[in-house]
């Protein structure tokens, strides 16, 4: 059994979530701003233009850039959410809904993260988050009272590439201080986190917290992977 140093996280739809949908919060901050859409279709369009986007990952860019790269890359896929709506105020609309998506409050902890993390600590590993988002996470996760559970926070929007690159996962070891075979990552996404992990010689668990598990490398609660150690 190799011997287990760190733990990395994926952030979105693991440690956290939107509160309400997505689509919701899109259709409420458009209704501010005379736009009325129905929450149920934004959301499905989100996820198809989401799946779409190029990597919000900017290798060629200075740390200078950053904040404006990421913004720009939000704005394009909003723009491209509402591309056959009418939206004469739409720059306003982006910037209330962008500054909405940086506050801890419109987002909400799984039930299951605190507990496992503190006993993750409490064993001595190091913890990370590898998450495809963008600067505003940080704040994300102070506001949550997580980020001072980890070690490190690596944002794909900051360290030029996104999950599954393997360069990702390579930043956080280094960060970490551990060897990829010393490592465990665990996130939502077969692509993304399992497979991307796996492929920069990780350990990795495949977190489905809704429906029968559909792997071997599968679980439904963080905190399940304590007695996997």
């Known amino acids: 059994m190799r011997t287990l140093r760190a733990v990395l996280f994926d952030a979105g739809d693991t440690l956290f979530r939107v509160r309400g949908s997505v689509g919701e919060v899109y259709a409420t901050v458009a209704a501010r701003h005379g736009v009325t859409v129905a929450p149920a279709a934004i959301e499905q369009r989100f996820r198809g233009?989401?799946?779409a986007m190029p990597p919000l990952a900017?290798?060629?860019?200075s740390e200078a850039e950053w904040p404006a790269r990421e913004y720009a890359w939000w704005r394009d896929l909003v723009a491209r959410?509402?591309?056959?709506i009418p939206f004469a105020g739409f720059d306003a609309f982006f910037g209330e809904l962008f500054d909405y998506f940086a506050r801890p409050e419109s987002w909400e902890l799984f039930d299951?993260?605190?507990?496992?993390?503190?006993?993750l600590r409490r064993r001595d590993l190091r913890l990370a988050?590898?998450?495809n988002f963008d600067g505003r996470l940080t704040r994300i996760c102070e506001g949550l009272g997580i980020a001072n559970r980890f070690d490190a926070i690596v944002m794909s929007g900051r360290v030029g590439a996104a999950k599954p690159d393997p360069k990702i996962f390579?930043?956080?070891l280094r960060r970490l201080g551990v060897a990829?075979?010393?490592a465990l990552h665990v996130g939502d996404s077969e692509k993304e986190d399992?497979?991307?992990a796996q492929a920069c010689g990780l350990r990795a668990l495949l977190l489905q917290r809704d429906g029968p598990a559909s792997t071997a490398h599968s679980i439904g609660d963080i905190r399940t992977l304590i007695g996997c150690l």
């Open 112 to 119: 299951d993260v605190i507990p496992a993390l503190d006993e």
């Open 49 to 51: 233009v989401f799946r």
């Open 194 to 196: 399992l497979a991307g």
């Open 58 to 61: 900017f290798p060629y860019s």
């Open 81 to 84: 959410v509402f591309a056959d």
């Open 180 to 182: 990829a075979r010393e």
């Open 170 to 172: 390579s930043v956080a």
């Open 129 to 131: 988050v590898v998450s």
